[in-house]
C-alpha cells in the first residue's frame, strides 16, 4: 500500500534522527523486479526524472555528460 504524502501535513521531528527515520519510511522506493520496464533518462541531472518513473515501478539507467549537473 502506498501512502500519499500531504504537503502542507505538519511533523514535529525532536532530532535529525527521527527526521531520517521519517524519510526513509515515507519515501521509501519500492521493490522492482528484474523483469521490470527500463527507462532511459538522458540528461539525467540530479535524477528527480528517475525517481518518478521508479515510485511507479520502473527500472531506470541515468546518463550525464556534465560532472555537476
Known sequence: MTQQLHLFDTHKFNTHQDWLGWMHD???????????PVVIDLFAGC????????ALG????????????
Do not use: C, Q
Not at 515515507?26 to 521490470?36: G, Q
Open 47 to 54: 535524477g528527480g526524472l528517475a525517481l518518478g518513473f521508479e
Open 58 to 69: 520502473f527500472r531506470t539507467k541515468g546518463y550525464e555528460m556534465k560532472p555537476v549537473a
Open 26 to 36: 515515507s519515501l521509501a522506493l519500492p521493490k522492482l523486479n528484474d523483469d521490470s
